[in-house]
């Protein structure tokens, strides 16, 4: 079975700076699809960013990328000129891209990290 | 807005009853997943369905159960509720299968007393 593990509860940036989220998983998969979800105190999931393993080209949307290093399997975020909107949990997921098996189409979430923007 | 609804967005009831959430998908969405989502057990996926039918099954009680109905909205019912069961569960939808983004719904926020 896969894991994901976000092994920051809690990290904390000032406004304008950047700061990077960790993220580990475990697969024995090769092909598999890698997300970022922001959940701010509404607890609505938002999308933030989208990785496909096959792609070797890092996914960028605006102010956040990702570093995705398959073969030590890490996908860490990275959130640039960080803003107030920005406070939220942030949780990695991972999902199969492989057909049949009992967990198609299913999200595995890490444990997420709490972000702190101070202004 | 993710463009996927759930209803009601808060429910109290007591341990031992049963309630049903309800969940509409995004205009053209097929799949509907469901997850629970609580402090003890973090995010979890509960059951998958597509387009009608059953898809895929994670951690989910005997005493729930789900399904999707041929306008695609779909519910979940809860039985025998324990205060365990308190937790926020959400919805959501893709157009199709695996390879698709998953968009959620708010949420459902279920407290047992």
């Known amino acids: 079975a896969q894991t994901v593990t976000q092994s920051q509860p809690e990290m904390s940036v000032q406004e304008a700076e950047t700061v990077t989220l960790s993220c580990t998983y475990d697969?024995?998969?090769?092909?598999?699809?890698l997300f970022w979800y922001k959940q701010p105190p509404s607890r609505q999931m938002i999308l933030v960013i989208r990785?496909?393993?096959?792609?070797?080209q890092n996914a960028t949307e605006n102010r956040f990328s990702v570093n995705f290093q398959k073969a030590a399997k890490s996908f860490s975020l990275k959130i640039s000129d960080s803003q107030l909107g920005d406070a939220a949990m942030y949780f990695c997921a991972y999902r199969s891209a492989e057909t049949g098996g009992t967990s198609y189409g299913k999200l595995t979430f890490g444990q997420g990290t709490i972000l702190t923007v101070h202004p | 807005d993710s463009g996927v609804t759930q209803t009601p967005k808060h429910l109290i009831t007591a341990t031992g009853q049963r309630v049903t959430l309800r969940c509409s998908p995004r205009?053209?969405?097929?799949?509907v997943y469901w997850y629970q989502q609580s402090l003890d057990q973090g995010l979890q996926f509960l059951i998958q369905y597509y387009n009608g039918e059953e898809r895929a099954k994670g951690n989910i009680l005997e005493r729930f159960s789900a399904q999707q109905f041929p306008d695609l909205h779909s519910e979940l019912n809860l039985s025998s509720l324990e205060l365990g069961d308190s937790a926020l569960y959400f919805c959501a939808s893709s157009v199709a299968g695996y390879t698709d983004t998953q968009y959620f719904g708010p949420g459902t926020r279920l407290t047992v007393l």
């Open positions: 990785q496909e393993a096959y792609k070797q």
């Open positions: 205009s053209g969405d097929l799949s």
């Open positions: 697969t024995s998969e090769s092909d598999y699809y």
